[in-house]
């Protein structure tokens, strides 16, 4: 799931909430806040804008 998170965060092309990424998937927000959560933790996404994110450069 965390893959397919940054993937679909990379073709958005810009910051982007956890509800987007569950749309673009029509994927469970339970799994997508998971991921997320994962993501910060290892420092692959950032927040460049408040309740938004996009991956880390």
Do not use: H, Y
Not at 14 to 19: C, D, E, F, L, Y
Not at 28 to 43: H, I, Q, S, T, W
């Amino acid at each position: 799931m965390k893959e397919q998170v940054l993937k679909a965060m990379k073709e958005a092309g810009k910051p982007v909430s956890a509800g987007d990424i569950t749309k673009i998937l029509n994927a469970d927000r339970k799994e997508v806040d998971k991921a997320f959560a994962e993501l910060k933790k290892e420092g692959a996404i950032v927040s460049p804008v408040r309740c938004k994110w996009a991956p880390a450069e």
